[in-house]
Every structure is written in C-alpha cells, then in structure tokens.
C-alpha cells in the first residue's frame, strides 16, 4: 500500500470513531445510552438495521460466493421482506406498547424471570460468538493479503470499536453507522464501474452478462425441492423467513436499533426501507462478484486465492506438484480467453449454433478449471494440514490490491474495515445493555440509580468488546465466512423465536412449560446440526442449515404445548384426589 492509502484509510476510520463520540458526548441517562434517546427518525433506523447485518463478511465473503457458486446466493434473502412486514405488524407496537428497553423484558412480563433469563442467555451465547467472528473475518484475510499480524489487526479494529460504542452507546453505534453505509456503498459502486473499465474494450455490461450466463453465473431461482441445497427458493422463503424473523425480530442488535425510533411509525418505516433495500443491495454485491468472475476470464488469476496458502505449499515438499498444475492453470487460462473472444464474435454474428458451441466448450473448460483448483486445495491440505485451502474469501481483496488505483486501495479497505466496525458496534452495545439490563439489573437487589446502570451497561460492553477479541484471537475459518455466521445463528435463532412466538400467539402456554422446552429444543438442534450438517463436507450435509430456524421454532412450541398438557393434566388429577 502507498502512503495515499494510508492516508485515505485511517483518515476515513478516524472521521467516523471521532463522529461518534463527538455527536453523542454528555450521554447520562439509560434512555439516552440504551434506548438512543427515543428521537431516531425513520431513515437513521433503516440505515442502521442494514448496516448492523452487512458486516465486513458481506463484503468481503458475498462477491467471492458470486465468483465461485453465481448468484444463486440471493435467494437466501426472499424470506426477508415478508419478516419486516410481520415484525412491523406484530412485534414493533408490542414492544413500543410495553416501552421495553430490550426484546427480553417482554418474554418475563408474559413468562417469567428464567425464561427471560435463558433467552437472554442463548442470545449472548450466539452474538458473542458472532462479535468475534465479525473482528476476525476482516483480520485474517488482511493479515494474508497484507503481510500484517492477525491479533493487532483484531485488537486495532476491536479497539476502534469499543471507543465509541461505550462512549455513546446506542445512539452513538446509530449516528456512525450512517456514515459507514455511505462509505461502504460509495466504495462498492466505484469498484464495480472500474470491473466494467478494465474489461477488453468490445466487451459491454451487456455482453459480460451473456458472458456470466455462458458459466452458469446468473442462475438466480432454483425451484429444486432439494432440502439438502443450501440455497434455493423453498429455502429462502422458509428457513430463510424463520431466520430474519429471529434475527430482526427477537436479536437485540437489531431490535435495538428500532426502539429508538422516536414512534411506531418512524420503526415501521425504517423496517420497510430495510426489507425494499436489502435484496438489491445484495444482489448489487453478488453482480459485483460476477463481474470479478468475467474480469478473470481475461486476465491472469492465482490457482488458489489465498496467499498463505500457497506459500505454505511452495516452502513444503510438494511444491513442484503445485507448480504443475499452476502450469495447467495457465494453460487453461488462455483457452478461456479464446473460448471467450469465439463466444463474444458468435454473438455478434448472432449464430446460434456457434454461440451453442462456443458455451459447450466454455462449459468444458470450466470444469477442468474447477478440477484443477481442487487439486490444488487436495496438494495444500496435504502439504499443510493448517492451512485454509478455501479461498472464497480472498477473491474479492485480491482483485482489489491487484488492480483498483492507488487511494482507491485506501478507500476499498476502509469499506472493509467500517463494515466491520458497523456491524461489531451495533453486536457489542446490544451484548452490554442485554448483560446490563436482562440479568444483573434484573438480578440485583435494590435500585442503584440511573447513572449506576448506564456505568454498568458501559463496563459490560467493554467486557464483551475484550471477549470478541479474544474470540476473534482462536477463531478458525470454516467453509466460509458469511455461512459461519448464518450457521451459528440458525442454531440458536429458532428457538429463541419460537418462544416469541408462543409468547405473541398462544396465551393459555405458561413459562415452565416453555422454560423446559426451549432446553430441550436446544440441545436437539445443536445434535440435529453435528449429525446432519457438522459431519459432512460442504455440499454433502443432508439438511440445510437454514432449515434449523423453522425445526427450532416449531419443536419448541410443540414441546411447549406438549408440557403444558402435561403439567394442566397432573394439575388436574391432584385436584381430583
């Protein structure tokens, strides 16, 4: 990187860190730091749901699912403009009704304490898990790119984070994450105007979508009724519903953001702005990927995108097998730009059975493609165990550094890096009011005062800003980063929305009964998950991970139910005697 990147870079994180503590300065009372002072309008409410759910992984993961896997990816996101109109409807005029600080406050008033405990407990259990993961995925693919040490780059980013968050709180985590999502969108759009420009020049933004197409890139809708398929529409409409219920609905780093509306209205909007925006957000992200895809079909790419992976390879024993097929992998390369230059004139002379032939061909090469990067993680995994052979997500940093200007460089990782910061912020701030408020206010005997709990709320999200870094510090990479953090809260999701929705809609079920069956739920989900998914290669599991929030939230209302009858029964036979 040029002195102009660094500047651009901490030039634009020091401008949002300084913001936020500045605009939110003399924050005292429990509505200010908690709730945001109650006066959020619509717009900062929707900005700030979409910037807590686009973390750094979005950016960095999404182009690179794109570039390997098309857009299919998309649908994985159907179910959410649906859950923004059932939460607007049920979920935002109960808690404003009941003028709860946190989405648990409502599960005791209708429960009791230790349900409300224990879904405050799941909850920090998984977005704990998930603070780390959003400091880690933007560290280690910097740190492999850039040559800089994992762990500072985990305790910079969690450093820049925690200032700000304690300082001001929710209000403080609202007002930056505006200017995160200008600066995230701003970067993204350039980029994706350079991908068009370095194309060859006969090669317009139609034609590279015919050109995408010819690879099986485009391919949006699968009507499959495949549960195993991680990605389809019945999926997406499905598991994936019953995932942005819970998440929007019932996760505080997100309800947080909407209770500071300053009405019912002003949440609603800023939930519908969310669920119009999303989809062709991610879309956008997803055809930016693409186009990376048609860019590579015409210039030189690595055969594995992860650098430290093909160093560990080239310093082992195996390194003249890797050099081989690096070898295939430039050969192919340059019949992938002949395939693509007969391809490009076919359709110009608009032949049909030449631009057939031209696709078959493409097809074929593609696959030895695919065949030869396999290989080539195969060689790296034996080479070193250690190393992380997926490199999806290091497609999209690697384009950048390789061939965006300089200054542009600057402002790409900034979008990284304040998308990890948006999305870490709003996590943190929600794990300390739900610690501060869920469970030891509500433990504590007496009432300290106002000033004493927002102390509190602050001293907790310092605590939970030390553990996401930490966590950030052991994580291990899976399959890929967007997916690790779907999966972990597909675990946990589901059931915390079941109890929710036994709350809202089954009134005669008591706390005992849903207590008891949310454990159990618990611990079925998470055995479901391990033999069913864990155990099994990527690709081969026998049920989707997204279908683990509607098995969670239906076992724990039938469990619930079950119980219920249960207790209503031996309640009723003692009475008899």
């Given at each position: 990187m040029e002195a102009l990147d660094w500047i651009?870079?901490?030039?634009?994180?020091?401008?949002?860190?300084?913001?936020?503590?500045?605009?939110?300065?003399?924050?005292?009372?429990?509505?200010?730091?908690v709730g945001g002072g109650k006066d959020?309008?619509?717009?900062?409410?929707?900005?700030?749901?979409?910037?807590?759910?686009?973390?750094?992984?979005?950016?960095?993961?999404?182009?690179?699912?794109?570039?390997?896997?098309?857009?299919?990816?998309?649908?994985?996101?159907?179910?959410l403009p649906l859950a923004m109109i059932i939460i607007c409807i049920v979920f935002i005029p109960i808690y404003h009704k009941l003028k709860v600080y946190t989405a648990y406050e409502f599960l005791e008033n209708r429960f009791d304490l230790k349900t409300r405990s224990l879904a405050a407990v799941l909850f920090l259990i998984q977005r704990g898990l998930g603070a780390g993961i959003t400091i880690f995925a933007p560290s280690i693919i910097l740190s492999a790119i850039l040559g800089w040490d994992l762990r500072t780059l985990n305790i910079i980013i969690g450093i820049l984070v925690i200032v700000y968050t304690v300082s001001?709180?929710?209000?403080?985590?609202?007002?930056?994450?505006?200017?995160?999502?200008f600066v995230i969108m701003f970067g993204m759009f350039v980029t994706f105007f350079f991908i068009l420009g370095y194309l060859p020049n006969d090669i317009t933004f139609g034609?590279?979508?015919?050109?995408?197409?010819?690879?099986?890139?485009?391919?949006?809708?699968?009507?499959?009724?495949?549960?195993?398929?991680?990605?389809?529409?019945?999926?997406?409409?499905?598991?994936?519903?019953?995932?942005?219920?819970?998440?929007?609905?019932?996760?505080?780093?997100?309800?947080?953001r909407?209770?500071?509306?300053?009405?019912?209205?002003?949440?609603?909007?800023?939930?519908?702005?969310?669920?119009?925006?999303?989809?062709?957000?991610?879309?956008?992200?997803?055809?930016?990927?693409?186009?990376?895809?048609v860019f590579y079909?015409?210039?030189?790419?690595?055969?594995?995108?992860?650098?430290?992976?093909?160093?560990?390879?080239?310093?082992?024993?195996?390194?003249?097998?890797?050099?081989?097929?690096?070898?295939?992998?430039?050969?192919?390369?340059?019949?992938?730009?002949?395939?693509?230059?007969?391809?490009?004139?076919?359709?110009?002379?608009?032949?049909?059975?030449?631009?057939?032939?031209?696709?078959?061909?493409?097809?074929?090469?593609?696959?030895?493609?695919?065949a030869n990067r396999a290989a080539a993680k195969a060689i790296i995994e034996q080479a070193d165990n250690a190393a992380e052979t997926n490199d999806k997500d290091y497609v999209f940093i690697h384009f950048i550094l390789t061939n965006l200007p300089r200054g542009l460089i600057g402002l790409l990782l900034?979008?990284?890096?304040?998308?990890?910061?948006?999305?870490?912020?709003?996590?943190?701030?929600?794990?300390?009011?739900?610690?501060?408020?869920?469970?030891?206010?509500?433990?504590?005997?007496?009432?300290?005062?106002?000033?004493?709990y927002v102390s509190a709320s602050k001293a907790f999200t310092l605590l939970w800003g030390i553990i996401a870094i930490l966590v950030a510090c052991v994580a291990n990479l899976f399959d890929n980063l967007i997916q690790l953090v779907n999966i972990i809260g597909s675990i946990f999701y589901g059931n915390v929305l079941g109890i929710f929705l036994l709350a809202f809609f089954v009134k005669f079920v008591k706390g005992n009964a849903v207590f008891f069956a949310a454990l159990l739920t618990q611990v079925?989900?998470?055995?479901?998950?391990?033999?069913?998914?864990?155990?099994?290669?990527?690709?081969?599991?026998?049920?989707?991970?997204?279908?683990?929030?509607?098995?969670?939230a239906g076992l724990v209302i039938l469990l619930a139910l079950i119980f219920e009858g249960f207790e209503r029964l031996l309640g009723n036979q003692a009475l008899n005697e």
């Open positions: 651009v870079l901490s030039g634009t994180l020091l401008f949002i860190v300084a913001y936020g503590v500045w605009k939110t300065r003399g924050t005292q009372s429990v509505e200010e730091y959020a309008k619509w717009w900062t409410i929707g900005l700030s749901v979409m910037a807590t759910q686009a973390s750094a992984i979005t950016f960095l993961s999404t182009p690179g699912q794109a570039f390997h896997d098309g857009m299919g990816f998309v649908q994985f996101y159907f179910g001001g709180g929710t209000k403080a985590v609202s007002v930056t994450q505006k200017q995160q999502m034609k590279a979508l015919k050109i995408a197409g010819a690879s099986d890139k485009l391919t949006i809708l699968d009507f499959d009724f495949d549960f195993k398929n991680r990605y389809n529409f019945w999926n997406g409409i499905t598991g994936g519903l019953f995932l942005m219920l819970a998440y929007f609905g019932t996760d505080q780093s997100q309800v947080q909407y209770l500071s509306g300053k009405s019912i209205r002003e949440s609603q909007l800023g939930l519908v702005f969310n669920g119009i925006l999303k989809i062709p957000m991610q879309f956008f992200i997803l055809l930016v990927g693409v186009m990376v895809f079909q015409y210039n030189p790419s690595p055969l594995n995108f992860n650098p430290s992976a093909t160093k560990a390879v080239m310093e082992s024993s195996y390194a003249e097998d890797y050099k081989m097929l690096e070898e295939g992998h430039r050969e192919l390369e340059v019949q992938k730009k002949i395939a693509q230059n007969k391809f490009s004139m076919a359709l110009e002379l608009k032949e049909y059975t030449a631009v057939e032939e031209a696709k078959l061909h493409i097809i074929d090469i593609n696959k030895k493609d695919q900034a979008v990284i890096l304040s998308a990890a910061m948006s999305s870490t912020a709003s996590e943190l701030n929600a794990l300390g009011t739900i610690t501060a408020l869920d469970l030891y206010q509500r433990n504590k005997k007496g009432n300290l005062g106002e000033k004493h079925i989900v998470i055995i479901t998950y391990y033999y069913l998914i864990h155990i099994y290669p990527p690709g081969q599991e026998k049920l989707s991970y997204l279908l683990l929030n509607f098995i969670g």
